[in-house]
C-alpha cells in the first residue's frame, strides 16, 4: 500500500467558499451554499467527516 502524507488529509474549512459548518446539540452540520448564501443541502454527523459523508450521500 502507497504511504500517503497527513497533511492531504488536512482542510482549512475557513477556505472553503460555499461550505458552512456549524455545531448543533453536540451534532456537526456542514451545509452546502450557493453564491448569496442560500442554503442547498445540509450533512449531519457526530464528527465533520460523518457530516461531510452525509452530506455527499445526501447528493446522490
Do not use: C, H, Q, R
Amino acid at each position: 500500500m502507497e504511504k500517503t502524507n497527513p497533511d492531504f488529509y488536512s482542510v482549512n474549512l475557513e477556505g472553503l467558499t460555499n461550505i458552512k459548518v456549524n455545531v448543533l446539540d453536540s451534532e456537526y452540520v456542514i451545509t452546502l451554499t450557493d453564491t448569496p448564501d442560500i442554503e442547498i443541502l445540509k450533512g449531519y454527523g457526530k464528527n465533520i467527516t460523518d457530516a461531510m459523508n452525509d452530506l455527499f450521500n445526501n447528493l446522490m
